[in-house]
């Protein structure tokens, strides 16, 4: 069987990384995330923390991003921009895989059998779900969702010039909060 790529973008609190942790158990095949994060801390030398941040939101935000300085060179995102987009093309020129997030779906858009994933629910179950998995506090979950996905929103847009969601930049696009996880993970593996 040729090798196939699969890539997740996910709203925050939508269970995209669970989604797709799962699909590749099933599938026997590796998933890229938090791995992601480790291998460009070491190729750059920054802390996984600060990579963690640097690669899902703009310092400052998207109007600071597109002022910055750059007369002295790259800043250190767009440094960790070019390592990332470096580090996922080689895991898929490994052979089958799942990349979380990351602008995969734009940084491999070029290769065959790559099937791009969205996944999305409604802010409410979102939240919900944000409190029972992560221990947020119930005052304060549809703030933490709406930043997060603001944050990534930016980020998207700034590297890939796309609007991140928007159904044309992925085959599929699965509601997690009524299909449910295992659901979404059995028809991406179906689709696979």
């Known amino acids: 069987m040729p090798e196939r790529i699969i890539t997740?973008?996910?709203e925050f609190g939508s269970g995209g990384r669970t989604i797709g942790k799962?699909?590749?158990?099933?599938?026997?095949?590796?998933?890229?995330?938090?791995?992601?994060?480790?291998?460009?801390?070491?190729?750059?030398?920054?802390?996984?923390?600060y990579v963690k941040e640097e690669t899902e939101s703009l310092n400052g935000g998207l109007f600071s991003a597109l002022f910055a300085d750059r007369s002295m060179g790259?800043?250190?995102?767009?440094?960790?921009?070019?390592?990332?987009?470096?580090?996922?093309?080689?895991?898929?020129?490994k052979g089958s895989c799942i990349f979380i997030g990351r602008c995969a779906d734009y940084?491999?858009?070029?290769?065959?059998?790559?099937?791009?994933?969205?996944?999305?629910?409604?802010?409410?179950?979102?939240?919900?779900?944000?409190v029972k998995?992560?221990?947020?506090?119930?005052?304060?979950?549809?703030?933490?969702?709406k930043e997060k996905d603001k944050q990534r929103m930016e980020y998207y847009r700034y590297y890939t010039?796309?609007?991140?969601?928007?159904?044309?930049?992925?085959?599929?696009?699965l509601d997690s909060g009524e299909l449910g996880i295992e659901?979404?993970?059995?028809?991406?593996?179906?689709l696979y």
């Open 107 to 130: 940084i491999l858009e070029e290769r065959e059998n790559c099937l791009n994933v969205f996944i999305h629910a409604s802010v409410e179950k979102r939240m919900a779900r944000i």
């Open 161 to 173: 010039g796309r609007k991140w969601g928007d159904v044309y930049n992925y085959q599929i696009c």
């Open 74 to 93: 790259l800043t250190n995102q767009d440094k960790l921009w070019t390592i990332q987009c470096r580090i996922i093309t080689e895991l898929a020129e």
């Open 22 to 49: 799962r699909a590749a158990e099933k599938l026997g095949i590796p998933c890229y995330d938090k791995e992601l994060i480790e291998q460009i801390a070491e190729q750059s030398g920054y802390a996984a923390d």
């Open 183 to 190: 659901k979404c993970a059995d028809l991406i593996c179906q």
């Open 133 to 145: 998995q992560y221990g947020e506090r119930e005052d304060t979950p549809e703030h933490r969702v």
């Open 8 to 10: 997740i973008s996910r």
